[in-house]
């Protein structure tokens, strides 16, 4: 079956630092790749998405790299905000329907 | 547009009482998902329908879990009896069937006391 795998949480970073966070996956056929990120008291909304292998999704200065030969799709931002202050989720489809499989999340908070 | 519409947002319940969340999608999508999240579990896909059939419901929890789409604008997640366990954040999403993104609504906050 699918599953995704997302690094320990939480993460506490100071304002213009670097963001790493790992996402790796496990999935037959081609998945599409996704982040979403949920603001405090709101719903998930869709941050960047990669459909094949080796597609780059940006988006808010944020990046995530489709590796298929790792099977990842890590989550990079070169200067956090502390509004990037959110929990951050990991996706994938795969299979002629839209049910997404989620990994656990992640709570990133950035101080000033 | 008006995104996913999901009434009410605040529910507080005791125990042994009916429950009944409400979901609107977007206007054009045919695949609905109801998601339940809290600490202990995270988000857990509860049900989902494709043009308003249920495709997968294994995520329900147990038969005081029910979800119906009667038309492709409304769904409802009936909890009957509600027990304090319950309490959770319930989300619906929508989305274009084979689209792949899904566009979540502001949620319900449940508290069965």
């Known amino acids: 079956g699918n599953s995704v795998t997302q690094m320990e949480g939480p993460v506490t970073l100071s304002e213009e630092a670097f963001l790493t966070i790992n996402c790796t996956y496990t999935?037959?056929?081609?998945?599409?790749l996704f982040w979403y990120v949920q603001y405090p008291g709101e719903g998930l909304q869709l941050l960047l998405k990669?459909?094949?292998?080796?597609d780059k999704g940006s988006n808010k200065g944020f990046e995530a790299t489709y590796r298929k030969e790792t099977t990842s799709f890590h989550l990079e931002k070169g200067s956090v905000q502390v509004s990037d202050s959110a929990v951050y989720f990991c996706?994938?489809?795969?299979?002629?329907?839209?049910?997404?499989?989620f990994g656990k999340g992640i709570t990133l908070s950035v101080r000033p | 547009d008006a995104g996913v519409i999901q009434s009410p947002r605040h529910e507080v319940t005791e125990m042994g009482q009916e429950v009944t969340l409400r979901c609107k999608p977007i206007?054009?999508?045919?695949?609905l998902f109801w998601y339940r999240q809290t600490m202990m579990r995270g988000l857990e896909l509860l049900i989902y329908?494709?043009?308003?059939?249920?495709?997968?419901d294994s995520g329900m929890p147990e038969d005081r879990f029910s979800a119906k789409m009667p038309n492709a604008s409304f769904s409802t997640l009936k909890i009957q009896p509600s027990e304090p366990r319950d309490s959770a954040v319930y989300f619906c999403?929508?989305?274009?069937?084979?689209?792949?993104?899904?566009?979540f609504g502001p949620g319900t906050r449940l508290t069965v006391l």
């Open positions: 999403a929508s989305s274009v069937m084979d689209r792949n993104e899904q566009f």
């Open positions: 999935a037959t056929g081609y998945p599409s």
């Open positions: 990669a459909t094949k292998a080796d």
């Open positions: 996706a994938l489809t795969s299979g002629a329907n839209s049910k997404l499989t």
């Open positions: 206007s054009g999508h045919n695949s």
């Open positions: 329908f494709n043009n308003n059939v249920p495709i997968d």
